[in-house]
C-alpha cells in the first residue's frame, strides 16, 4: 500500500496554487503574462506488467507554461509610455547584456536615453540629423537645438486682381532666413504693365534692400486671357542678399505654380519657405511604426530614431527573470528583429500601457477547483492510513 499517489497530487495541487497565486498577485503587473501549470501521470517502469495491470504512481508537474496572449490596453498621459498591439517584444539594453519585455513604461534619463524603471535602457535604429540608420543600439534623444536652415526655396499661389489698371500694383511680404537662423522680411511687389497681352512687373527687397548687384530687380508674370500664368514663368531665381550679420548669401527662389488672374480682389492663396530658425525640443511623439519623433520650438519635426520589436520561434523558450524581463535560452530560438507592424509583429500605441492579461474570474475558479483537488487528494492519504492502522490492529 502506497501514499505516493496522494502525496504526488498534495503536491501538484499546491504547485498550482501557487502559479494560481502568482497570477492574482500580478492582475496589475503592466505587460504580466499569466502562467498555467501542466500536469502528466506518472507510472512506474516494469518490463512485465502491462496493459490493464498497470497502477498509475501519481500525478507531476510536467511545466508551467506562461500565456503570451494580449492584454488590455490603458491610455497614460505619457508619451514614452509605449503599449504593443499584437506579437513582440520590447529589446532592452543593461550596459550590453540585452533581455526583453513587455512592459513599455519608459521615460528619458538625464543623458536623454529611452529607459524603463530598472534603468534598462531602450534599443532601435539610431538616427543622425534626422536621418534613422539600420544602426542598432540604445535609443538616445538628444536635447540640443538643431541647426537653422536658410530659406532657398519660396512657394507663392496668388490671385492677381484683373481689374487693376496699368500702374497700380500689390504687396506682399513673407519671413524668411538666413544660414545663422536670423529672420528678415521678404517683399514682393507686382505693378501691373500691360492690359493686352496682361503682364505684371515683379520687384523683391530683402529687409527694403534690392538684390546685391543691382538698384532694382525685375521679372515679369503674362496670363491668358483665361488668367492662367505662362508656365514659362513659374519660377522667378536670381534674386541674392548679402545679410550684414555674416551668413551666407540668401539667394532663394520663387515658384509661383498655380498664380492666377482673376476679377477679384488681390489675395495670398499660400505662401510658404522651406528655411527655419534653430529650434529647442518641445515634445516627443511615437509612431504606430515605433518611430519616435522630436517636436521642437520652431515648428520643426525631426526624426529621433524607430523601436524594434523582438520575436522567437518559441516565447515560451524564454527564461523568465522577473521584473517583467525574459531572456534568451537555448530553446527559445534566436531573436528576430524588425519594425512594429512587420513579419507579424504587433504596432506601437503611444501614451498608452498594456495591461496584465491575468482574467481574475478565471483565475477565482482555478483556485477553487485546485483547493478541491488539494482537499481531495488529503482525503485519499487519510483512507490510506486508516486501512493501514486497520492493518497494525490485526492481531
Given at each position: 500500500m502506497s501514499f505516493q499517489q496522494g502525496l504526488s497530487g498534495?503536491?501538484?495541487?499546491?504547485?498550482?496554487?501557487?502559479?494560481?497565486?502568482?497570477?492574482?498577485?500580478?492582475?496589475?503587473?503592466?505587460?504580466?503574462?499569466?502562467?498555467?501549470?501542466?500536469?502528466?501521470?506518472?507510472?512506474?517502469?516494469?518490463?512485465?506488467?502491462?496493459?490493464?495491470?498497470?497502477?498509475?504512481?501519481?500525478?507531476?508537474?510536467?511545466?508551467?507554461?506562461?500565456?503570451?496572449?494580449?492584454?488590455?490596453?490603458?491610455?497614460?498621459?505619457?508619451?514614452?509610455?509605449?503599449?504593443?498591439?499584437?506579437?513582440?517584444?520590447?529589446?532592452?539594453?543593461?550596459?550590453?547584456?540585452?533581455?526583453?519585455?513587455?512592459?513599455?513604461?519608459?521615460?528619458?534619463?538625464?543623458?536623454?536615453?529611452?529607459?524603463?524603471?530598472?534603468?534598462?535602457?531602450?534599443?532601435?535604429?539610431?538616427?543622425?540629423?534626422?536621418?534613422?540608420?539600420?544602426n542598432l543600439g540604445e535609443l538616445q534623444l538628444s536635447t540640443s537645438q538643431i541647426a537653422p536652415v536658410a530659406t532657398s526655396t519660396i512657394d507663392g499661389n496668388l490671385n492677381l486682381d484683373a481689374r487693376l489698371a496699368v500702374g497700380e500694383s500689390y504687396s506682399t511680404a513673407l519671413p524668411v532666413f538666413d544660414s545663422l537662423g536670423e529672420s528678415h522680411i521678404l517683399t514682393t511687389s507686382y505693378l501691373r504693365q500691360t492690359l493686352s497681352p496682361s503682364t505684371w512687373l515683379v520687384s523683391a527687397t530683402l529687409d527694403n534692400a534690392t538684390p546685391a548687384g543691382s538698384r532694382s530687380y525685375t521679372s515679369t508674370l503674362t496670363f491668358d486671357s483665361s488668367g492662367q500664368l505662362d508656365p514659362l514663368e513659374t519660377t522667378l531665381s536670381g534674386l541674392s542678399w548679402t545679410p550684414t550679420n555674416g551668413a551666407a548669401p540668401l539667394a532663394p527662389s520663387i515658384n509661383f505654380e498655380g498664380t492666377t488672374q482673376y476679377g477679384s480682389e488681390s489675395a495670398v492663396n499660400s505662401l510658404k519657405q522651406d528655411g527655419y530658425t534653430t529650434g529647442s525640443l518641445v515634445g516627443i511623439g511615437v509612431g504606430s511604426d515605433g518611430k519616435l519623433s522630436g517636436r521642437y520650438s520652431n515648428g520643426q519635426t525631426q526624426e529621433l530614431g524607430q523601436v524594434v520589436l523582438a520575436t522567437f520561434a518559441n516565447p515560451n523558450g524564454l527564461l523568465n527573470l522577473g521584473n517583467n524581463q525574459w531572456s534568451l535560452s537555448s530553446v527559445s530560438g534566436p531573436e528576430l528583429l524588425a519594425a512594429p507592424g512587420t513579419g507579424g509583429r504587433g504596432v506601437i500605441q503611444s501614451s498608452a500601457v498594456e495591461d496584465s492579461n491575468v482574467d481574475l474570474t478565471n483565475e477565482l475558479v482555478d483556485m477553487i477547483t485546485a483547493q478541491r483537488n488539494y482537499q481531495a487528494n488529503a482525503q485519499t492519504i487519510k483512507t490510506q492510513d486508516a486501512i493501514m492502522q486497520t492493518l497494525l490492529n490485526l492481531r
Open positions: 498534495l503536491d501538484a495541487s499546491s504547485a498550482a496554487l501557487d502559479v494560481i497565486g502568482n497570477n492574482v498577485a500580478n492582475a496589475s503587473t503592466v505587460g504580466f503574462k499569466s502562467g498555467s501549470a501542466h500536469f502528466a501521470d506518472l507510472y512506474a517502469a516494469s518490463l512485465g506488467i502491462v496493459g490493464a495491470s498497470q497502477v498509475g504512481i501519481g500525478v507531476d508537474v510536467a511545466a508551467i507554461q506562461q500565456q503570451f496572449t494580449q492584454g488590455n490596453v490603458t491610455t497614460t498621459n505619457n508619451p514614452l509610455d509605449l503599449a504593443i498591439n499584437g506579437g513582440g517584444f520590447f529589446r532592452v539594453s543593461n550596459a550590453g547584456d540585452i533581455t526583453y519585455t513587455r512592459n513599455g513604461q519608459f521615460h528619458l534619463d538625464k543623458e536623454g536615453y529611452v529607459i524603463n524603471d530598472q534603468n534598462l535602457r531602450l534599443t532601435g535604429n539610431t538616427a543622425t540629423n534626422g536621418v534613422i540608420s539600420s
